[in-house]
């Protein structure tokens, strides 16, 4: 699939892998106003946007059942598969809420502090 035939919404999750791939990279010893900042985009881009686009995803995904003509491989029947995984996208937006909520309180805690 050629990147113009891939679809926007894979490139974007593609883009999110290496950036977050990015700071793994680069995050070896950092002062808190470096790890605020960071703290700060994470957690703008987890806690209630990660659990919208899950819970959005999760609609579309269960949507497509009658959009589609949608079928599993061993002949077994999709619905089910896809209620699985929009049960399982809908309990990880509860826990991005809960990621966004402690990286909010990880802020928080070195909010003051500095470095020479």
């Known amino acids: 699939m050629s990147e ?3 679809p ?3 490139r974007e999750a593609d883009a999110i892998y290496e950036s977050v791939r990015a700071i793994c990279h680069h995050s070896g010893t950092q002062p808190a106003p470096t790890v605020y900042r960071v703290l700060g985009n994470l957690k703008g881009a987890t806690g209630a946007m ?3 686009a899950l819970n959005q995803l999760a609609d579309g995904l269960e949507r497509s059942l009658t959009e589609y003509d949608v079928y ?3 002949g077994s029947d999709p619905a089910e598969s896809v209620e699985a995984a929009a049960v399982h996208m ?3 937006a509860h826990l991005a809420v809960e990621l966004g ?3 909010s309180d990880a802020q928080d805690a070195i909010a003051g502090q500095g470095h020479r």
């Open 4 to 6: 113009e035939e891939t």
């Open 72 to 74: 599993e491989d061993d």
């Open 101 to 103: 909520e402690h990286l």
């Open 8 to 10: 926007v919404i894979v």
């Open 90 to 92: 809908r309990l990880a």
């Open 50 to 52: 990660l659990a919208q």
